[in-house]
């Protein structure tokens, strides 16, 4: 089992930045990737970010390339989202997830067993 805690979330005016972090607990040395997603109001969940446990290898939604940056600390057993340049459609219920089967780095939400409770992030225009 693996328990994830994200923090950072928060209100920010759009152009700004936030750090997301998201620490894991427990079995985290089968974990093979770590993933964020995000859910807006009225819409289905979606992919924003994955890094490799181990490895330089990770993912963006293009609707994020070039603004985040996924990074990690192992000694930390911590996953982070550095978000800049936020626009008011970055306003979300943002998720950290565990992938302890598949491989990774997935942008699949079922290539993920564990899941945090998500943190909000609100951008005002």
């Known amino acids: 089992q693996v328990q994830l805690v994200e923090s950072g979330g928060g209100l920010v005016q759009a152009g700004g930045s936030l750090r997301l972090s998201c620490a894991a607990s427990?079995?985290?040395?089968?974990?093979?990737?770590m993933g964020w997603f995000r859910q807006a109001p009225g819409k289905e969940r979606e992919f924003v970010a994955a890094?490799?446990?181990?490895?330089?290898?990770?993912r963006y939604a293009d609707s994020v390339k070039g603004r985040f940056t996924i990074s990690r600390d192992n000694a930390k057993n911590t996953v982070y989202l550095q978000m800049n340049s936020l626009k008011p459609e970055d306003t979300a219920v943002y998720y950290c997830?565990?992938?302890?089967?598949?491989?990774?780095?997935?942008?699949?939400?079922?290539?993920?067993?564990?899941w945090g409770q998500g943190t909000q992030v609100t951008v005002s225009s």
């Open positions: 997830a565990a992938d302890q089967q598949y491989g990774g780095p997935s942008r699949r939400e079922n290539e993920y067993e564990y």
């Open positions: 890094i490799l446990w181990r490895g330089s290898s990770t």
């Open positions: 427990g079995r985290t040395f089968r974990t093979y990737a």
